[in-house]
Structures are given as C-alpha cells and as structure tokens.
C-alpha cells in the first residue's frame, strides 16, 4: 500500500512553544492530507482538511491560530502547534489517500505523532 | 449528515474462536465503508473495504466483512482469532452524495484475543 510518513514520533517540549510535525506521502501525490487527534482509548478526532495549495479548512471548535496547518507541495504538509500548552498533550496522526482524495478510496495514516507539553 | 456506530466498546474472544466486530452506518446517498486496525502508539492501517458490488469482502490478515443494506451493517469477521489480532477497529464510511467525501469513523472497538 501507499506510504504516509509522519515526523517526529515522539516530542517533548515545554510551554509555551511551537511544535512543528510533518506529513509527508513518499510514493504518491498527494491534494488533500487529514489531521486527526486521538485522546487515550478515544476515537479519531478530525482537526483539519489540509488542501495544497491553498487554506485548510478547520472543523468546528478548532483553533486555526493555534493549529497551523501548511500544505505547500503536494506531498508535505505540516501541523504547528503553537503556543503548546499540557492541555495540547495528545497523539496526533494524519493521513492521505493517492486516488486524489477520490471518496471510494482507502486513506493510509502516518504512525502518528506523541506530543507531550509539560 | 452520515454517522458510524460501533456498538462494543470491547470484544473478548479466545483464540482460535471466530470474531465479530460490529458496524453500522447512517448515510444519504451510496456508503463507501471501511475497516482499519490500529496497534498501540501506531497509525492506523486499512483492513479492507466496500465500493459496491459483492457483499462479502476480503481483506488483510483474514478479516473479511459484510456490507448489509437493509441493516446498514458492515460488520468484520474472522474465521478464527489469533492473539495478534489484538488490537483497536475503527469502522469508517464516506459517501459521493447526501453525505461527506471526507471519513467519518466509529469510535473504534477494542478487540482482546486471549490465548
């Protein structure tokens, strides 16, 4: 199946600063990613819908200053979290599917992203 | 509006017995459905899905599932659970039309296979 990186696996970071984590799809194209935030033993939480080329459309209770989504090439896209405080500690995870976001196609996810804010 | 129920929290099965996890969905228009497995610390990884056409579908590792209609169920199956089975199931639907390309999941269920 396809591949979706995700880096780093793990980070640690105190309050107050920005965590950057990258997506990236290595064998195929990619024009919309999906960010998802998983809570211990918790369903899959839809952040944003990262779109190349231009702005991620955010759900619903979200903050778009807060979550910084870029997608600026068709295999990389990247979430900030800035300003990270404990309350941000969660597993993040994104992923992409390569039928162009086709609706009968599978999705294949990074292997997430640990961040821990102390 | 389209949603995933995933009734279990947890489903316990010996090893050797056969399993079932269940699924079912609400959508408008046609459902496309699918089934993923995540290990712990992991990203999730696709079992299998259905588009259209047989009901029965077949996917990785032996898991097989069946897309009902009437039920608007598509449960996962398999003949006889492994202990490295374990693991946590996410239904997860998407639909062309009277519903959202982008995938709704279910809340996931727990499955624990002991030896």
């Known amino acids: 199946g396809a591949v979706v990186s995700q880096h780093p696996s793990w980070v640690i970071c105190k309050s107050g600063t920005s965590v950057k984590i990258e997506c990236r799809s290595l064998?195929?194209?990619?024009?919309?990613m999906f960010w998802y935030r998983q809570f211990p033993k918790q369903s899959l939480m839809l952040m944003a819908t990262s779109n190349e080329g231009s702005k991620a459309t955010y759900e619903q209770g979200v903050e778009k200053d807060k979550f910084l989504i870029n997608h600026a090439s068709l295999t990389l896209s990247t979430l900030t979290v800035t300003s990270a405080h404990p309350e941000d500690s969660s597993f993040y995870i994104c992923?992409?599917?390569?039928?162009?976001?086709?609706?009968?196609?599978?999705?294949?996810f990074g292997e997430g992203s640990r961040l821990t804010v102390l | 509006a389209q949603s995933v129920a995933q009734p279990e929290d947890q489903v316990n099965v010996a090893e050797g017995n056969p399993l079932t996890v269940k699924c079912t969905y609400s959508?408008?228009?046609?459902?496309?459905l699918f089934w993923y497995v995540q290990y712990p610390n992991r990203g999730l990884q696709f079992l299998l899905k259905?588009?259209?056409?047989?009901?029965l579908v077949k996917g990785s590792y032996g898991f097989e599932a069946e897309f009902n209609k009437s039920q608007t169920s598509f449960h996962l199956k398999k003949p006889s659970a492994l202990v490295s089975d374990s693991a946590l199931y996410f239904c997860a639907v998407r639909a062309r039309s009277g519903g959202s390309y982008i995938p709704t999941f279910g809340r996931g269920t727990s499955l624990i296979v002991h030896p």
């Open positions: 259905y588009i259209t056409g047989d009901n």
């Open positions: 064998d195929f194209q990619a024009t919309t």
């Open positions: 992923s992409a599917g390569p039928s162009g976001g086709a609706v009968t196609g599978e999705l294949f």
């Open positions: 959508v408008s228009g046609n459902p496309y």
